[in-house]
C-alpha cells in the first residue's frame, strides 16, 4: 500500500490512512514540550491535527491546532500557553466524526470532582448506542467524536470514587481503545480487553510515559519499560503506579497490521521490532512467491523493509527504481481537465535509466483499492521495464477495519470484489503474488494461524472481528446529527 | 459616560460596557443574511464578538467570529455556510464566562429529541448555583457561559414535551434573560418574569422576527408588531404564535439605563421612543440644574440628544466643542511610558476655536470611575474655557449591575465612595450635577419614583435589586474552574 | 455629502474619498509610536491602509498595512520593528495606482548616496509623462504610483547635493503635493507652489512635526508652529529649519473643499478654524435659501456642523432626525438579490417619532452622484416627514479634482448633467438649494470669489484648473500597465 | 551530508543549503498549472518560498508565496489569478538577499518596451560592484538580490532590440546563472558561459518547456529534448527556436556536486543518470576505502544510493538501521535548556534491533561542518553497534561555494580546518574515508580531473573557482544596506 496523503487526484484516498497516537508524561518539567517531542515522533499515526493538555498542579490548559506538530505546537507562545509538569497529548487523522477542530483530542471535561482530560486510539464499536442512552438522560454532546462517549459515561458513573467511574465507564464499552487520561492527580493509561491497538509504559528521569509506540521514548531518550498489558487500568500518581485488570485476564488479539503498515520501522511492538518483521515478511514472501527478474524495487517509503528482505532472500539486487517526493503538502493540485489528463506523478517517479529493459520485482505492503497499483505499475512500464512482477507483504485486504484505522468500504476493497487473477490483470503485472496469511504469522515467529483462537487481530485479512459491532448491527446505522457544521 | 472601545489608556473600563444583542428570523429565504443585517442594527449592544445558527429544514449550521459583523459575517462564503430560511444571531460583549470563542453564542445543543440553538440577553444570577447540581448529576459544560446552564436544565427535564422542558427550565432561572431559541419546528422568544432586558416582535413579509430593539427591524424594513411582556414565552411556528406566562402576571421593571446610554436613539422600547427621552432628561437637567454659560457641550456621541434638549431648555447655543474620532480599533496602542505621559487624546479632541474663553456646560450620560471625565474636563480647560459646568444625564451609578451589564466593582464607582461635592473636586469642574432619581421618572414620563413598587429596575442607581442574587450570595462566590485556558 | 465606504450597495462610490494623510517627526524617543497616534488623528484622510518608515541613526525601517492605524500600527510587535527617532508615516485612500501593498507609502528608495523615504498627499498631473521619459532613460518603476516618479526624478538628478536633486526633482512635478521626506540626515516638508493641500509644521518638546492637519499636532499635546507656505521646500536637520522657495513668490490657491468636507472640524488650516467656518457655511446658506419650517436635520456626520449654523441663523431646533450607525466595516455586505431590494439602511436610520408629521430641512455638504441623497431622502419620507427641503452647504460639485481627490468622473456628477430644478425632481425634495459661489467664499471670510485671480482652487465647482493637466491633455491618457496584479 | 530543514538544534544550518529551481513553458493553456507542477518536482531546490508569473496575451499576472508549492499555488483562487498560456516560475532558498517576499523571484519590471519577468538559479559574483554603478546612474532598487541587476543593467542598455539588450546585460555577469525570462513575445533561457548550473529544455506536445532537471519534465509527462549548452542564450517564440553565442565557444565546467548532492536521483544531467552517479560513487568508494564490517547503513535519505552501491561492491548487507522522520516543518522547537541537554533526536532515529553488536559503516555524501555526524555516530553507538565506520561518498568539502549554494563561511567547513585523521577523532568513529576527487571524476565517467583544465566546478572541494569573485575580492565585501526591514 502506498500511503497518498489527504487528496489523491481523483479525491478518493486509495490506502488505509493513519489511525492516532497517544503520549503522556507526568511528573517532568516543561511536560508540554516533551509531549510536542513525542507527539512528532508519532506524526506517521495522524498528520491532520493534534492537541496537548497540560496541568500544572492548579490548572489544566489547553491546545488544539490543525496541522503538523513540527508547525504548530512548537511555537514557544503555544507553548508557553501549556505550563505545568503533566501533560498528555494526541496526534489524529480523523476516523470517526465530522471534520474541525471540536473533534481534535484531547478532549476535556470539568466533573463535579474536577477536570479530566483524555486522548484515545481507537475506535468504540457501541458508542452511537452508547450516546443515544445517554442522550435520554439528558446528556449534552459537544462533539461528534466516539470519545466522548466516554467522557459523559465517567459523568454520569453513579459510583464513588473516580477510578471507578472511570472503570465502570470503560468497561461499557467495546471495540478499541488505547486511552491516556489525565486528571488532577493521576495519569491514567488503558488498553481495551484485546489489546488491539499498542501502548506503552516508558521512563524518563524518573517521570513515567505512556506512548502508543516506543519511536516516541527514543526520540527524548526514555527507557522503554513495557507494553500496558490488553485490559489493563494503570494508575500513575505521585505514589507510583497502581494496575486493574477489569475485565480479568483475556488472550490478547494485537493488530497485525501494525507490523505490516502502521508502526514505524524503528519502534518495537509486543517485543517485536516492526522494521526486522518486515523484512522477515519480505523473506517469507521470496519463499511463497519466487520470481525470475533483474532487481528489486520498491514502492516507497512503506514497501522498503520488505523489498530488503526479499532481494536478500532471493539474492537479487536491490535498487530506487522509483523515486519519492516527500514535499507533497496537506492538500494538492485539482487540476483542470487538460491537466489531468497529462497523468501528473506528483509523489513518484520512475527513474528510467535505472529500470529501462529490466525485468523488475515490484514489492509493495498491501493493495486497497488498486487504482495507486495501477498508476505504480503503468509508471514502470512507461520507463521501459521489460517485465513487472508485483509482490504483495499482506494477504489481500478484504474486509474494513471498525477499531480506528479509516478503511474505503469493503465493496471499494479491491480483494472484496476480485480474484488474485482478476487482481492481476487489472494492475496489469506479469505476475502478482500476496504473502499467505499463515506466511504473515510466520513472519511474526508464530507457526501458523490459529483458526480455534487465532493470536492477532487480522480483521482486515480475515473478516473475523474479535469483538461485537453494535452500531453497526443496530439500528442506528449511521450517525444522524442535526448538526451540519460548526465553524469557529 | 462616554463609552471607550476595550481598551483604555489605564487599562480598565471607565464605562458599563455593552451587553448583548438577539436577533431572530422564522420563515424568510436567506435567513441568515437578515439576521446578519439585524446584528448590525444591534452592533451598539455587544462588539466583541458574534454568531449566527441557522436551519435549513434537515440541518443546522453554526458559524461564530469575533469582531464586528460587517467584518465577517458578511463574506459571501460565511453566509453560504448558512443555508436556511430560519435562523437566530446574537452579538455581544461579554459579560461572565472566559474570553475566545466557545463563549460566542448562539449555543448549540443536540438533544435527544433533536438539535436545539439559543441566544440569551441579561445574566443569569443562580447560573452557577445551577451548574454545580447539574455537574453532580452527571452534566459536562464545555463552556464557562450561564447560557449553557439553560441548556442542561432542559436536557435533564423530565418533561415530555419540548416546549414543557423549556418552560421547566426557564423557570428555574432568576435574573435578567431576554431569549431567542432555534429548534427543528419553532423559534421561541422568552423574557425574565421582570421584562428587565428588551424584546420585540416584528415582521417582515409574514416572516416573524425577535429583536433586542426596533433599530433592528427598520435595517430591514421590517413592522413592528409589540413589545414581548415580561414572563411571555412565545411560539412561533408554522401554524402561528402561541404564547404561555408561566410566572402568571407579574407588574415589569424594564431596565431603565436603557433609555439613560444603552438603546440606540432611533428605537423605542416599551413604548418610548429613545432620543425623545433623552432630550426629556436633557429637559429635566436643565430644569432642575441650570446654569449661566455661554454654550452647551455634549460629550460625543451618547451626551448629544440630552444636550440638546438642555440647550433647548435653557436657551443656550449648542455647539460641538469637542470632536470625536470614530476610528477608534478594537484595541489601541500601549504606548511606551515616555508617550503615556503625553496624555494622549485617541478619542476626543476639544476644539480651541469654539470654546476659548467661553463659559462651557458640558452634558454627559453617566459617570462611572470618573477619570474619563477627569481627562474630557481637563483637555476642555487646557483649550481655553473660561467656566467648565458638569452636567450629568442620570443620577449617580453607585451600584453593579448583575443583569447582563459588564460594570466596575461597586467600590470602583465614583458615585459610591463620594459625595457630589467631593466628585465634583475630583473632576475639577466649577459646578457638577446630576439628574434626580424622580427627575428621571419624569422624564420617561411617570409621575416620580413608586419607592414601594418601583416601576424600573434602577439598581444601578439606588441598589435596590429585583431579583435573588443567589451565586452572589451563596458560598459559590467566584467561578473556581480548572480549566485556565483552551485555545482553539 | 455622506461619506460611504468603500463599497456602496450598488457597488459605486457616492463621495468623494478622502485623500491622504502624511506625519512625521524628527528627533523624539519611539518616533513610529508618535507617528502611530499623529496618522490615527489623520484616519479620515484615508482609512484604507497606511505605513511608516522609521530610521535610527544608522538603518531605516519599513511597515506597511492595509486597515485601520488602530488596528496595525498599535500592536508592539509592529513598533518594535520600527525603532529610532525619527519616523514619518502615510494613511491612504488609495487615489492612482492599483491596489495592493505595493502602492502603500512611505515609499523608499536606496539612492547612491543613502536611503530616502517620502510620504505624499495630492496628485502629480504629469507623473505619467515624466515615468514614460524615466523609463526610456532606464528607470525600473517597481509600483503604479505617481509618487515613485519623484523617487526616479531624484535618482536620475545630475545635481550633486541631495536637497539639490530633491529641488531639481520636485520644480518638474505639476499638480499637488503636499510632501513629507525623510533620509538619513534630513526631514523634509514641501508643498507645492501653489499650496493646494495643507501641510503644518509643529513642535513636541523641541522635536519638529510635519502633518497634514493641525488635529493631528492636538493628539499628541504638541504646539502649532506655523502652515508650511505654498512652494516651500522646509528642511530639518538637527542643526534646525532652512527653506527654500525654488519656485519664488506664487499667489496661493488650497484647496476650499478641504473646509467644505475633508478636513477635520476641529483643524485649523490657512488661519482658518474648520467647524467655525462650517458653521458660517450654514449660515449663509440659511440666509441665501430660508425655508418655512419645523426644525433642521443634519445628515451625520458630515453636515452635522452647517446644520448647527443653519439651525441658529434660521432660528430653527436642531434635531437629530437621522441616526447613523458607526460601525460600518470595510466592506458591507453583498445581499442576494431578494435582500437588495429591501432598501437596506446600513449606516442611516432615520428616526420616526422625531421627524414624523414635521417640515424637515435637511442640510448635508454636497452632492455628488445624488444616488444617497435619493435614499436619505425617500427614507426621511417614509418615516412621515410632511415636507422635505435640502440645503447643500457647498456650490453644485460639476468637475472632477485632479489633485488627490477620488471623484467619479466628471459625466457620472449629478451637478454636470442636470440643473438645480432637475435634481429637486431627481432626489424629490419639495426643495432644493445650493450654497453660492460667492457665498462659500464670503463663509472663509473673503468679500467673494475674484475671478481674475481666484483665491482659492474650486475646480470642482467651476471647472478653473490652477495647474497644468499634462497627463489628462497628452496622448498618455490612460496608464497601460503590463502588469495586471501583483500578490505577495 | 545531510539535509536539514531550515533550523538545526543549534540554530545553524550543518548542510549545503539546497539553491534555487526555475521553470517555464510556452503555449500550453493553463500554464500556470503546469509551471506548478513543475515547481513541485524542484522542491528539492528551495522549499522557502517559490513565485509564478504567467502572461496572457496582453498582461503579466505575479503571485508569490512562503511555503512548499503544495501548501500555496495549488489553491484554485490563487491559479485563477494567473491566467495565460506561458508562464515561468522560481522556488527558492534564499541565496543572497535577506529575508522578506520582496526577494522571492520571478521579478518583474516594466521595461519601456513592456513588461519582462525572469528567474534565476545561481549567483552572480559581481552584482553588488554593477549594482553600485547602476545606482550612481540613477537606478532605485527595490530588492536586495543580485537577479535584479540584471534588470537594471537590460532597462539600462543602450542596444535597440529587446535581446541585444539582454545579451548586453548577461554578458556584464560574472559567476553562475541559469536564467527563464518571460517578455510579451518570448521565453529565454540562458546559461552562464560556464553551464555551472544546469538548464533542460523539454517538450509537451509542442510548448516548450525550460527546467533546472528533467524531473521536472518527466512530473508532466513531457519530452526530454537537450541540456543548453554553456553560454548559450535560448529565444523561444511563436515562430520556434533561436540561439545565441555572445561568449563564443568555452569549455564547460558542470558543478560535480549537483551529482552528489544536489540534484533529485531520478534527473539526469549533462547527460549522466543521477542516481547510477551515486551508486558508482558508492562503488568506488568501498574500491578505495573497503572496511571489514557486517551491514551498510545510510545515513537517509541523501546517502542512500551511494550506500547501496557501496553495499553491492562490497558484498555487505544493506540494512535501514537509521529511520528518518519526513513530518519535520519549515522550523522546529526551540526546546528549553533541560530538554535540549536531552539529546532530542527530531528527524533521525537509530533501529537499535538492527544494528545491536554489529559493525556498521555509515554511508553519507559529505561533511559540512561535522556537528550532524557527530550526533549521527553517537546515536549508532548509543544503540550498540560494535564499530561504526563512516564512509563520505564525496572529498572533503574546504572552501565555500560562491555559485548559487548556501554555504557555511569556510572557516566553518570541519575539512578547512582539520586532517582527516583529526576529522575522525571529531566525529568519534572507528575509521573515517572520503572519496579521493580523482575516485570523484572516474564515478562520473571521467578518467580523472584535469588538473590544467578541469572538467567540471569543484571548487568546494579545490578551491579553483572557475570565474572572477569580483564583489568578494573588491571593496564591497559586504552589502551595506540602509533598509533594516522591511515587511508588507
Redesign the interface.
Known amino acids: 500500500m502506498t500511503e497518498f496523503t489527504s487528496t489523491d487526484l481523483d479525491g478518493e484516498a486509495d490506502a488505509f490512512r493513519d489511525e492516532c497516537g497517544v503520549f503522556g508524561i507526568f511528573g517532568k518539567?516543561?511536560a508540554s514540550?516533551?509531549v510536542?517531542?513525542g507527539l512528532?515522533?508519532l506524526?506517521?499515526r495522524g498528520?491532520e491535527a493534534a492537541?496537548i493538555v497540560s496541568y500544572?498542579g492548579s490548572?489544566?490548559?489547553?491546545?488544539?491546532?490543525v496541522g503538523?506538530?513540527?508547525?504548530t505546537?512548537?511555537k514557544?507562545s503555544v507553548?508557553a500557553?501549556l505550563p505545568g509538569s503533566r501533560a498528555i497529548g494526541h496526534t489524529r487523522y480523523s476516523t470517526t466524526g465530522g471534520e474541525g477542530?471540536r473533534n481534535?483530542q484531547p478532549f476535556?471535561?470539568?466533573?463535579?470532582g474536577?477536570?479530566f482530560a483524555i486522548s484515545h486510539n481507537g475506535n468504540i464499536t457501541n458508542a452511537l448506542t452508547k450516546q443515544?442512552e445517554l442522550?435520554?438522560?439528558?446528556?449534552?454532546?459537544?462533539s461528534t467524536s466516539d470519545t466522548e462517549t466516554l467522557?459523559?459515561l465517567i459523568?454520569?458513573?453513579e459510583r464513588e470514587l473516580f477510578i471507578d467511574k472511570f472503570i465502570d465507564a470503560v468497561t461499557q464499552l467495546e471495540g478499541a481503545f488505547s486511552l491516556v487520561g489525565l486528571s488532577?492527580k493521576k495519569m491514567i493509561g488503558a488498553r481495551d480487553p484485546l489489546g488491539i491497538r499498542p501502548l506503552v509504559l516508558g521512563d524518563?528521569d524518573g517521570a513515567y510515559i505512556l506512548a502508543s509506540e516506543t519511536?516516541a521514548l527514543?526520540?527524548?531518550?526514555a527507557h522503554y519499560v513495557r507494553d500496558l498489558k490488553p485490559g489493563e487500568v494503570l494508575v500513575i500518581t505521585n505514589e507510583g503506579l497502581r494496575s486493574y485488570f477489569p475485565w480479568g485476564e483475556l488472550k490478547p488479539r494485537f493488530c497485525i497490521f501494525e507490523y505490516v503498515y502502521f508502526a514505524?520501522?524503528?519502534s518495537?511492538l509486543e517485543g517485536r521490532?516492526v522494521?526486522?518483521t518486515r523484512k522477515m515478511i519480505g523473506e517469507q514472501l521470496a519463499r511463497e512467491s519466487p520470481v525470475d527478474a533483474d532487481m528489486v524495487v520498491p514502492v516507497p517509503?512503506s514497501g522498503?523493509?520488505a523489498a530488503?528482505g526479499f532481494a536478500?532472500q532471493a539474492g537479487l539486487?536491490?535498487?530506487?527504481g522509483i523515486?519519492r517526493?516527500?514535499?507533497?503538502?496537506?492538500?494538492?493540485?485539482?487540476?483542470?481537465a487538460?491537466?489531468r489528463h497529462?497523468?501528473?506523478?506528483?509523489k513518484h517517479?520512475?527513474?528510467?535509466?535505472?529500470i529501462e529493459g529490466k525485468r523488475v520485482v515490484l514489492v509493495d505492503d498491501s493493495i486497497v483499492r488498486g487504482t495507486t497499483s495501477q498508476k505504480i505499475v503503468q509508471m514502470v512500464r512507461d520507463a521501459g521495464a521489460a517485465e513487472v512482477h508485483m509482490r504483495i507483504a499482506s494477504p489481500p485486504t478484504a474486509a474494513s477495519c471498525f477499531y480506528g484505522v479509516d478503511t474505503p468500504e469493503t465493496s471499494k476493497l479491491l480483494a472484496s470484489r476480485m480474484s488474485i487473477e482478476d487482481m492481476r490483470d487489472y494492475i496489469k503485472v506479469d505476475s502478482l503474488a500476496f504473502l499467505s496469511i499463515d506466511g504473515l504469522y510466520r513472519a511474526v515467529s508464530e507457526p501458523g494461524r490459529d483458526n480455534a483462537c487465532p493470536q492477532f487481530c487480522d480483521a482486515c485479512f480475515t473478516g473475523d472481528y474479535p469483538t461485537a459491532l453494535t452500531d453497526r448491527d443496530g439500528t442506528e446505522t449511521t450517525r444522524t446529527?442535526?448538526?451540519?457544521?460548526?465553524?469557529?
Open positions: 518539567a516543561d514540550a516533551v510536542t517531542l512528532h515522533a506524526q506517521h498528520q492537541g500544572d490548572q489544566f490548559s489547553v491546545e488544539r491546532h503538523l506538530i513540527g508547525d505546537f512548537t514557544p507553548l500557553r477542530l481534535v476535556f471535561a470539568e466533573f463535579a474536577g477536570g443515544r442522550q435520554k438522560r439528558g446528556a449534552i454532546f459537544s467522557l459523559h459523568a454520569m458513573s488532577g524518563l519511536c527514543d526520540i527524548i531518550g514505524r520501522p524503528d518495537n521490532n522494521y526486522e517509503d522498503t523493509p530488503i536478500q539486487p536491490f535498487d530506487l523515486i517526493n516527500h514535499y507533497v503538502g496537506r492538500t494538492f493540485i485539482q487540476p483542470t487538460s491537466i497529462m497523468g501528473v506523478k506528483l517517479n520512475a527513474n528510467r535509466k535505472a446529527l442535526s448538526l451540519l457544521a460548526k465553524h469557529g
